[in-house]
């Protein structure tokens, strides 16, 4: 499972730099508001010390990381929604992810132009917030329509009555440019109106672009106003904003030497790069965890959701593993850093053997038993 994230923003906010630092991917970038033609997809290594630490004990052939891929989504403007400036293309591409970053700039330079000649992180916010609510608004306009016409036939009337009603209780919220993610659908209700793959429904988190005084500030536990603005509404929607320095990123990604750039690292204070502080974040906001297949041939990284099961764990790995699936041989990779062996954990108690009904944890090792 490969995690698809949308990158937004208005234009200049520095998400092409974003972007190429977090992907090595190097794209186009101006001065000046702009917007390109197509969007910029870069897939990487989701980096893990864990699985890191896995291939050191095993010493396996070829270690395979968890991928995410990143969707660089041109600047979107004012009148987007009505197709100003590529907006349809460019929306088409944010239906298409999982989740969006939405990039806010929190800079101060006066040689990269604002798309509205004022840094306000608030307004900025709100323009995207404008823009996505409106192209929603349309989406949920031709549903409607669609669902009253259906209303002729009897055996749909039922269906399209639920859907209506739905339609209803969304309507409210982006008339107020909120976000059909802000109201409390229940599975049905989500379910019944999967088709409109409404934007505002994905989950979002917010990226501050800072500059580095304002990176070496957050890092000492001081706080910017810039910043602040965003984390408030960050809070008052229930998700999180991460802090980037775009530029100091981009210095990062070319540094090829692991203790040059834990050094680099530790000289703006911070712990981890971008790049993990934003996958980390993606991840918790979609649930998503990580187990680990291990051996002579590879040691491997998966994608599944929290509560997944074993058998849908082994699904990861190939289908017939959900297919035929017995059980799973399992011990935490806490468990192997400790104990060092598999014999070791055994010893002590730690290798266990669980059935369909148990429910994979993060950092799980896992080795199936399968029919043929």
């Avoid at 609510?133 to 669609?146: G, H, I, S, V, W």
């Avoid at 669980?354 to 993060?362: A, I």
Wanted: proline share 3%; charged share 25%; with cysteine.
């Amino acid at each position: 499972m490969a995690l698809n994230c949308g990158i937004l923003g208005l234009p200049n906010v520095g998400k092409s730099t974003i972007f190429s630092a977090l992907c090595s991917t190097p794209v186009e970038t101006t001065k000046y508001p702009s917007s390109a033609v197509k969007a910029n997809i870069g897939v990487i290594n989701v980096p893990d010390p864990r699985l890191d630490r896995l291939s050191v004990i095993f010493n396996p052939k070829k270690t395979i990381y968890a991928t995410i891929e990143f969707v660089d989504i041109a600047g979107l403007v004012k009148g987007a929604s009505r197709g100003d400036g590529l907006g349809n293309q460019f929306l088409s591409n944010i239906r298409d992810s999982a989740v969006y970053m939405h990039v806010v700039r929190c800079f101060e330079d006066s040689e990269v132009l604002h798309v509205s000649d004022t840094l306000d992180p608030a307004s900025d916010m709100e323009t995207i917030d404008i823009e996505l609510a409106l192209a929603d608004m349309q989406t949920l306009a031709k549903r409607r329509e669609r669902a009253e016409k259906s209303m002729k036939n009897p055996a749909e009337k039922k269906n399209n009555e639920f859907v209506l009603g739905i339609l209803d209780k969304i309507s409210p919220a982006l008339e107020n440019a909120q976000g059909v993610r802000s109201l409390d659908l229940n599975t049905e209700e989500k379910a019944a109106i999967y088709d409109c793959h409404f934007i505002t429904a994905k989950p979002q988190l917010y990226v501050c672009n800072v500059d580095e005084a304002a990176i070496r500030a957050i890092a000492a536990g001081k706080s910017t106003a810039h910043v602040d603005a965003v984390k408030k509404r960050a809070e008052s929607e229930g998700t999180t904003a991460v802090c980037i320095c775009g530029k100091f990123e981009a210095d990062l990604a070319g540094i090829e030497d692991t203790e040059e750039k834990t050094a680099f690292l530790e000289d703006l204070g911070l712990k981890e790069t971008g790049l993990s502080s934003l996958i980390h974040c993606a991840y918790n906001l979609l649930g998503l965890r990580t187990f680990f297949t291990t051996g002579e041939d590879e040691c491997r990284a998966w994608t599944i959701h929290a509560g997944d099961t074993a058998p849908k764990a082994a699904g990861a790995v190939h289908t017939d593993f959900e297919k035929g699936f017995i059980k799973a041989e399992v011990y935490s990779c806490d468990d192997i850093f400790h104990y060092g062996t598999e014999a070791k954990i055994r010893e002590a108690g730690k290798y266990r053997l669980e059935g369909r009904e148990y429910c994979v944890k993060d950092g799980d090792v896992m080795f199936f038993k399968f029919n043929k």
